[in-house]
T-cell receptor, first 111, second 114 residues
Framework: ETGVTQSPTHLIKTRGQQVTLRCSSQSGHNTVSWYQQALGQGPQFIFQYYREEENGRGNFPPRFSGLQFPNYSSELNVNALELDDSALYLC??????????FGQGTRLTVV | AQSVTQLDSQVPVFEEAPVELRCNYSSSVSVYLFWYVQYPNQGLQLLLKYLSGSTLVKGINGFEAEFNKSQTSFHLRKPSVHISDTAEYFCAVTAWSGNTPLVFGKGTRLSVIA
């Protein structure tokens, strides 16, 4: 039990639609990060928020966006979904001492 | 920038045998190192981490890893594996500077054979 919860656990969307994934981080962890894990691959960093501001971004297009809220929850939004967006999306919260605690992930399937 | 290479994509091993999963990293700055385990259809669970101090790090489920700065390696070991250790294992690195993201290897699939 990591204290990080994600919703929903599974989701099916149609190409071109928009999706919002949600994460509730551990209390006191000011950093939240989102990762995309394609089938058979390691997680790839999408972006990171620290105290509600984005402070790092991986190689993902602007249609991937996010928000972090004061209550340690966060969102990942993806617009204009493409088939290649099908993946497991992982949320992680980090203490100041480093490392990350991951949620169970949201499995997104784009058809 | 950091990078991680996990040298074996799949490692089959018999139950109660020892296992070593290899991980090498590249970085121009000092790093923290991690091993995570992922069971089917689940998220990542932290096995162990190296932040500083002793280079031999002990984690959960009987796993340990040794940080070798000269060889830029952080291999994961377990002296006797169980069927329940069958999973995907990921090595990850992050720079010492604050709030940098984790960079993961591609993973090693450990299959324990009865």
């Amino acid at each position: 039990e990591t204290g990080v919860t994600q919703s929903p656990t599974h989701l099916i969307k149609t190409r071109g639609q928009q999706v919002t994934l949600r994460c509730s981080s551990q209390s006191g962890h000011n950093t939240v990060s989102w990762y995309q894990q394609a089938l058979g691959q390691g997680p790839q960093f999408i972006f990171q928020y620290y105290r509600e501001e984005e402070n790092g971004r991986g190689n993902f297009p602007p249609r991937f966006s996010g928000l972090q809220f004061p209550n340690y929850s966060s969102e990942l939004n993806v617009n204009a979904l493409e088939l290649d967006d099908s993946a497991l999306y992982l949320c992680a919260s980090s203490p100041e001492t480093g490392g990350a605690f991951f949620g169970q992930g949201t499995r997104l399937t784009v058809v | 920038a950091q990078s991680v290479t996990q040298l074996d994509s799949q490692v089959p091993v018999f139950e109660e045998a020892p296992v070593e999963l290899r991980c090498n990293y590249s970085s121009s700055v000092s790093v923290y190192l991690f091993w995570y385990v992922q069971y089917p259809n689940q998220g990542l669970q932290l096995l162990l981490k190296y932040l500083s101090g002793s280079t031999l790090v002990k984690g959960i489920n009987g796993f340990e890893a040794e940080f070798n700065k000269s060889q830029t390696s952080f291999h994961l070991r377990k002296p006797s594996v169980h069927i329940s250790d069958t999973a995907e294992y990921f090595c990850a690195v992050t720079a010492w500077s604050g709030n940098t993201p984790l960079v993961f290897g591609k993973g090693t699939r450990l299959s324990v054979i009865a």
